[in-house]
């Protein structure tokens, strides 16, 4: 027989009610095992985060892809994957106008371009790759096919990192998860695992809330390190499967470069002046004007309460401020067009400001004497039309980059504790067992 190998990317099977995208191509290994026992996994599967600020995205806006050595016929891979994802689809969408995506291609495809495009930009259904780029995809007219291309044309070589996402039976689905998370801060420690415990509220983060498949998912800089987890946290049920996926997440892929598009839902990074006082509104969001390098251009700024110490330390950014905004561009009727803050980078902050003047004899604060009248003395009414600078401390430094609280992180956001830390692609072949599996493989 001959063996080929496959990339087959997944996109869009979960819904508000349940699934999980994951979900659908973790039990696709399985199906695909039991036909062809001799399959293999010649990498491990991706899970690929795309633009966070896409509005039609369920949850987490992932596509997920497999590369796989079969000697199925192709035919029959094509049917097994279809009705698959089908099967999966059809499980928990009501949804209307949202459907699924499935591409499979000969071999393993990285398009640098359009895995850019999907992190950073709105990708259009006509946009899709051309024909060729694929051998079979499935519904023809998806949008769900943009998201599962993107996962067949990701590109780690820059950096990656690992998450373990471990799965329920089905009779536990919907039940609240329970788990000793009290124990993550020194599991988290001792692992160098990241985002797993938010200690601004002090509660952790693996776990999600929601009907769907998942019990909880750990991330790690290594994939061996997230296999003695599982046992650590005291888990009161019998979990089903786990699942050990290579992604994009914590790496900050989609800011590397500089993009000062002002489309509404693009990524947006750039130098930026910032051009007024921050604004205190209702809520406790925070509110003031940047203006983009080297143009004229200016567009409002928005930091949300729930990022904490971003917002924070936006309240303390002053008018002539010099930052590197990351973000996004927003669009509503409440704020009109605005950038999202995700972080800043502080570049040169202005350390001096116009005060009233000090009276040369009295050495008091002068007050202002009206509109064109300058300064003037209360005790000698000396007067001047001199403003005079002066230096203030700020609570802020040069080179200090500013960060959301994790729980209102991106998926794709670099986090602090992987700030200085990048993972190169090695392509190491690794067993399925241990990319997939049961809870007795984690014993």
């Known amino acids: ?19 999980c995208t994951t979900w659908t191509i973790s039990r696709l290994i399985d199906l695909l095992r ?34 796989i050595e079969t000697e199925l016929n192709k035919d029959i891979l094509h049917n097994l994957c279809r009705k698959h994802v089908e099967s999966d689809y059809l499980l928990f969408n009501d949804e209307k106008g949202k459907f699924p995506g499935l591409v499979i291609i000969r071999g393993k495809s990285v398009n640098q371009n359009y895995y850019l495009k999907v992190l950073t930009e709105v990708v259009k259904s006509q946009a899709i790759a ?35 996402i471990a799965y329920r039976k089905e009779e536990n689905f919907g039940k609240k998860r329970i788990f000793n998370g009290g124990l993550l801060p020194d599991i988290e420690e001792k692992f160098k695992l990241f985002s797993s415990y938010d200690y601004y509220e ?35 049920e019998d979990l089903d499967s786990f699942t050990i996926f290579k992604s994009n997440q914590g790496t900050g892929r989609h800011l590397l470069e500089n993009r000062v598009t002002l489309e509404a839902e693009h990524v947006f990074t750039s130098l ?62 409440k704020f009109g067009k605005f950038i999202n803050l995700e972080s800043f ?34 005790r000698c009414d000396f007067h001047t039309y001199h403003r005079q600078k002066d230096v203030v401390s700020r609570k802020l430094f040069d080179g200090q980059r500013i960060v959301a609280r994790l729980s209102a992180q991106r998926h794709l956001a670099r986090p602090m ?20 599996g049961t809870l007795a493989n984690l014993t």
């Open 34 to 67: 039991q036909e062809d026992p001799s399959l293999k996994l010649f990498e491990f599967p991706h899970l690929v985060r795309l633009n966070p600020n896409i509005k039609l995205k369920t949850r987490g806006n992932a596509s997920v892809a497999i590369f």
């Open 272 to 333: 930026c002046t910032v051009l007024t006082n921050p604004l205190e509104l209702s809520g406790g969001h925070v509110k003031f004007t940047l203006q983009l390098s080297n143009t004229a251009e200016a567009i409002d700024c928005m930091v949300f309460e729930p990022t904490k110490q971003l917002r924070n330390s936006a309240r303390l950014l002053r008018k002539g401020d010099l930052i590197y905004a990351n973000g996004s561009v927003n669009k509503n009727l």
């Open 417 to 436: 504790r992987r700030l200085h830390v990048k993972n190169e692609s090695t392509d190491t072949y690794c067993s399925i067992e241990v990319i997939r």
């Open 345 to 378: 980078l502080l570049l040169d902050l202005h350390h001096k400001i116009h005060v009233n003047p000090a009276c040369p004899t009295c050495k008091k604060t002068m007050k202002n004497a009206g509109a064109f009248k300058g300064f003037k003395c209360k």
């Open 130 to 164: 051309e024909p060729d780029q694929y051998e079979y995809r499935w519904p023809i007219n998806s949008m769900g096919i943009i998201g599962a291309l993107g996962a067949t044309t990701a590109d780690f070589t820059s950096d990656f990192t690992y998450e373990l």
């Open 202 to 236: 002090q509660r952790e983060l693996i776990a999600p809330s929601g009907p769907d498949p998942i019990f909880c998912g750990i991330r790690s800089d290594s994939y061996r390190d997230l296999i003695r987890i599982i046992p650590l946290l005291q888990i009161e």
């Open 1 to 19: 027989m001959t063996t080929l190998r496959y990339t087959i990317g997944i996109d869009s099977t979960d819904s508000l009610q349940g699934g």
